[in-house]
């Protein structure tokens, strides 16, 4: 489990949600914060960072409905913010040149970290609905609402989901 430094200013978006890399999946609360750790394992490959989803055997609770591109992408977008918060890089853009990305697929990709806690959980333990893909959740068809309550209503996910 990694240690998150303390930041000399208070940032409330990283009391809402902070995900970490660990061997098995679950949600805690520490303190304010909600803690959820992310089954993936990172390998470098040459000059790469590789995130490898865990394997359906791994885990009784993903028999059936693990969506391994959604898991590695919403791994992707939180290393992401995590290193933009850092300040390793200023902007979404200079992380885009960074990884020779396109920058507009890279903001995409960090809009899932706007996810409610409750959804990413959801697709972490294979629990989201049939319907829901990739494209969905990075907005493709239709941009996701802020709101967390629009977007379990959106996405498919019943209130009592939380």
């Known amino acids: 489990m990694t240690q998150v430094p303390s930041d000399p200013v208070p940032n ?10 660990g061997a098995d999946p679950r949600s805690y609360v520490s303190g304010s914060q909600r803690v959820t750790v992310v089954p993936l394992t990172i390998k470098r490959r040459h000059n790469r960072k590789l995130l490898i989803p865990p394997t359906p055997g791994t885990n009784a609770q993903s028999v059936g409905g693990l969506d391994a591109p959604m898991i590695k992408t919403l791994g992707k977008a939180f290393y992401w913010k995590r290193l933009l918060e850092e300040g390793r890089y200023a902007t979404a853009t200079d992380l885009a040149l960074a990884l020779k990305l396109e920058p507009g697929w890279v903001a995409e990709v960090l809009r899932l970290t706007l996810l409610a806690p ?3 959980e959801a697709i972490l333990d294979g629990r989201q609905p049939r319907h829901l893909n990739l ?8 941009l996701l609402p802020r709101d967390w309550a629009e977007q379990r209503k959106m996405l498919g996910f019943t209130p009592a989901a939380r």
């Open 12 to 21: 409330s978006r990283r009391r809402v949600i902070r995900v970490e890399v």
């Open 118 to 120: 409750d959804i990413v």
């Open 135 to 142: 494209q969905t959740l990075r907005g493709r068809h239709e």
